[in-house]
């Protein structure tokens, strides 16, 4: 399976020139948290809303303030064709919860930590369930009668 089956697709964005109110009310209509900053279909960072609370508010707290002053440049990605392996070490090696999947030099989705974990357990789903089906068709088989001592029921 590759990054680009699990990614939420297309990915929340704001240009460039945009201001922290506006990437804050981007990411309130879409109910993200966070948003890929682009100019020319190309990211340029990424903006989350911690960012905007520890970047923006406990600064200067300006509203108006660029989310280029905001965003984290050194973006960690994977690549559209990457496979889920990949994707779990980049995950671990950057220490993120969100990498932007990116294909041909341009952000096309996200891939989230809980996208992940959904995928792990719609997994450990389809293994438990005829697991569990099979043990139920067990139970139902009444026992075999307990084995006679030899000699008849009284023995001698």
């Not at 879409?30 to 600064?59: K, S, W």
């Not at 789903?125 to 043990?135: E, H, K, M, N």
């Not at 067990?138 to 001698?156: D, K, S």
Request: hydrophobic content about 40%; some cysteine.
């Amino acid at each position: 399976m590759r990054a680009s089956d699990l990614m939420t697709s297309p990915p929340v964005t704001v240009g460039a020139t945009a201001t922290a109110v506006e990437a804050a009310r981007r990411m309130e209509e879409e109910a993200v948290g966070c948003v890929l900053v682009t100019e020319d279909d190309r990211l340029l960072g990424i903006l989350t809303d911690r960012d905007l609370a520890v970047r923006g508010l406990a600064h200067d707290g300006s509203p108006e303030r660029p989310v280029t002053d905001l965003m984290t440049v050194r973006v960690a990605t994977l690549d559209a064709d990457d496979d889920l392996d990949t994707a779990y070490r980049t995950f671990r090696n950057a220490g993120v919860r969100r990498l932007p999947v990116i294909d041909d030099g341009r952000p096309i989705g996200m891939l989230t930590v809980d996208d992940l974990l959904r995928d792990v357990v719609q997994r450990l789903i389809d293994v438990l369930i005829p697991v569990s089906r099979s043990a139920l068709r067990e139970a139902a088989v009444p026992p075999h009668p307990p084995l006679e001592p030899l000699g008849g029921r009284h023995g001698r």
